[in-house]
């Protein structure tokens, strides 16, 4: 009996470490983690970390792991990168690195003015909860969230 249970439980085990070998790891290919460091995992997971915990990283692998693709990872390191500049650039509307920014969402040309309306009034109500001790990481997980909720 106890040989049969030990089996069984080896069986699922080894079932549950192929299931989740399959999909992407949230620590380290997911979240700003991996748009930070996609060819060191370690730091990935420890930005992870640092950042929320990796939830957000946890919760994406999880529910949709399509969003652990390139394209996230890069508008996460542009705006991460250029944050002031795209902060400037969106409360004028416009700008050089808005638009580039967008064009790393592949935000289509007939999008482009509705989510650059929205990301406005997004990015808006997220800057009343800033305040001098905020990070610039925490600035740039508020707008990154705030792109995302646009598009």
């Known amino acids: 009996m106890n040989k049969k249970l030990l089996l069984a ?6 079932f549950a470490a192929n ?17 930070l460091f996609p060819d060191n995992s370690t730091l ?13 990283a946890v919760t994406s692998a999880t529910m949709s792991p399509e969003t652990c693709s390139v394209k996230e990872t890069e508008v996460a390191k542009f705006i991460i990168e250029s944050y002031d500049s795209l902060n400037e650039d969106t409360a004028r509307g416009e700008g050089q690195h808005l638009n580039a920014l967008l064009d790393i ?32 990481v925490e600035k740039s997980q508020a707008y990154y969230t705030a792109l995302m909720t646009a598009i």
């Open 9 to 14: 439980a080896a069986t699922a085990l080894t």
């Open 19 to 35: 299931a989740n070998a399959e999909g992407p790891n949230p620590f380290s290919d997911c979240g700003i983690g991996a748009a």
């Open 44 to 56: 990935a997971v420890t930005s992870n970390i640092i950042w929320d915990i990796g939830t957000t």
């Open 105 to 136: 969402a592949e935000v289509s040309a007939e999008q482009k003015d509705e989510v650059v309306a929205k990301l406005r009034s997004n990015v808006a109500v997220s800057m009343v909860e800033f305040n001098a001790e905020t990070t610039k």
